[in-house]
C-alpha cells in the first residue's frame, strides 16, 4: 500500500507539472526575457534588502512567541534555524518541511515538541490573519479596481469569514464549547490543541498581529514593489496592496511542491486584472523566487552541520 505521503506528494507534483506546463504554453516568454535584460539592479538589490528585513521582523516575532512558552531562543540561533528551514523548503520539499524542523530544533533540548512546534504554528497564523487583513483593508480602499471585480470579490467573502471563524476560535480556545470540539480529535493531537490554546492573552495576540502586518507589509509589500519597480512597472499601489496580499495567500495553499508553479500562476492570473503585465508579474514571481532561494542558502551550513552532528549520535 502507497504511504499517505508519497500520494499526497504526486497530487503535488502533478499540480505542479500541470500549472509550470500550463505557463510554458501561455507566457510569451520572449517578452520576459526582455523584462530580466532591463531590470534595474539597484532596484533588485532594494527589493533583496526589503526581503532580508522582512526575515529579520519574522526572526524577532518568532522569539517572541518562543519566549512566551518558556523558551530561551538567542536571537542568533533564532537566525540560524530560520534560515536552515528555509533551505529546507526550497531545496528539499519532499524529504522534510522546514516548519517541522524549527519546530525540532526549538524543543529538542527540553523535549517540549508539541509546545515548540505550537510556536511555528501560531507565527503561522498570525501571518495568515495579517495577510487577510491586509488583503481585505486595502481591497476597500480601492473598492472599484478590486472587489467590484467578481473574483476578488468571492475571495474577499471567503477569508472575511475564515478571519473571523479562526481568530474567534483562538482567542476563546480556553472555553468549554471550543474545549469539546477540540474533544473529538486523538489524544495527541489534544494535546497540541492545548498548547495552542495558551496563546489566548489578548494584549500578545495583538501586539504579535501588528507585527505581522509590518513583516507582510515589507516582507511581501515593498519586496515585490520594488521588483515590479525595478522591471518599469507602473503599479496603481493601493490595488496591488490589495492585490499582492491575495497572491501571496494563494501561492502559500499546500497545492503543489513549494508551491511551485502555483505562485506563477497566481502572479500571472491577478495582477493583470489591476492593469499591469502579465510578462512583469511573472517575471518578478521568478526573480523573487530566485532572490528567496538565495537567501535560503544561507542555511545550508547549519542543516548539514545538524545532519552531521545527529549521525554522529546515532552513530
Known amino acids: 500500500?502507497?504511504?499517505?505521503?508519497?500520494?499526497?506528494?504526486?497530487?503535488?507534483?502533478?499540480?505542479?507539472?500541470?500549472?509550470?506546463?500550463?505557463?510554458?504554453?501561455?507566457?510569451?516568454?520572449?517578452?520576459?526575457?526582455?523584462?530580466?535584460?532591463?531590470?534595474?539592479?539597484?532596484?533588485?538589490?532594494?527589493?533583496?534588502?526589503?526581503?532580508?528585513?522582512?526575515?529579520?521582523?519574522?526572526?524577532?516575532?518568532?522569539?517572541?512567541?518562543?519566549?512566551?512558552?518558556?523558551?530561551?531562543?538567542p536571537f542568533a540561533d533564532a537566525v540560524r534555524f530560520h534560515l536552515a528551514g528555509l533551505f529546507i523548503n526550497n531545496f528539499l520539499p519532499s524529504f522534510l518541511g522546514g516548519d517541522a524542523y524549527r519546530s525540532y530544533l526549538l524543543g529538542r533540548e527540553d523535549k517540549r515538541y508539541a509546545a515548540a512546534t505550537s510556536t511555528v504554528i501560531f507565527v503561522r497564523f498570525v501571518g495568515l490573519w495579517a495577510t487577510i487583513a491586509l488583503f481585505l483593508a486595502f481591497g476597500f480602499l480601492s473598492y472599484g479596481t478590486v472587489f467590484s471585480q467578481p473574483m476578488f470579490s468571492l475571495f474577499g467573502l471567503g477569508l472575511g469569514i475564515f478571519f473571523v471563524f479562526d481568530v474567534l476560535l483562538t482567542l476563546f480556545s480556553d472555553r468549554a464549547p471550543v474545549q469539546r470540539l477540540f474533544s473529538i480529535f486523538p489524544k495527541k493531537l489534544q494535546g497540541f490543541f492545548r498548547e495552542i490554546g495558551g496563546y489566548t492573552d489578548r494584549n500578545f495576540l495583538w501586539e504579535s498581529f501588528l507585527v505581522s502586518l509590518a513583516f507582510s507589509f515589507v516582507g511581501v509589500g515593498l519586496f515585490n514593489l520594488a521588483l515590479f519597480s525595478a522591471f518599469g512597472e507602473s503599479v496603481p499601489v493601493i490595488p496591488y496592496l490589495s492585490v499582492v496580499f491575495?497572491?501571496?495567500?494563494?501561492?502559500?495553499?499546500?497545492?503543489?511542491?513549494?508551491?511551485?508553479?502555483?505562485?506563477?500562476?497566481?502572479?500571472?492570473?491577478?495582477?493583470?486584472?489591476?492593469?499591469?503585465?502579465?510578462?512583469?508579474?511573472?517575471?518578478?514571481?521568478?526573480?523573487?523566487?530566485?532572490?528567496?532561494?538565495?537567501?535560503?542558502l544561507f542555511g545550508a551550513r547549519s542543516f548539514f552541520k545538524e545532519k552531521k552532528r545527529r549521525l554522529a549520535e546515532n552513530g
Do not use: C, H
Open 1 to 73: 500500500m502507497i504511504p499517505k505521503k508519497k500520494i499526497l506528494f504526486l497530487l503535488k507534483l502533478a499540480v505542479t507539472s500541470g500549472l509550470v506546463a500550463l505557463l510554458i504554453e501561455k507566457v510569451d516568454w520572449t517578452a520576459i526575457g526582455e523584462k530580466f535584460s532591463e531590470a534595474s539592479l539597484p532596484l533588485v538589490l532594494a527589493a533583496f534588502a526589503f526581503y532580508v528585513i522582512g526575515m529579520l521582523i519574522s526572526v524577532g516575532r518568532w522569539r517572541v512567541t518562543a519566549r512566551f512558552k518558556k523558551f530561551d531562543l
Open 246 to 296: 491575495l497572491t501571496s495567500f494563494v501561492s502559500s495553499l499546500p497545492l503543489s511542491v513549494n508551491n511551485i508553479g502555483l505562485k506563477e500562476w497566481a502572479y500571472y492570473t491577478f495582477f493583470p486584472l489591476i492593469g499591469i503585465s502579465p510578462e512583469a508579474a511573472l517575471a518578478v514571481a521568478l526573480l523573487g523566487r530566485f532572490l528567496q532561494m538565495f537567501a535560503s
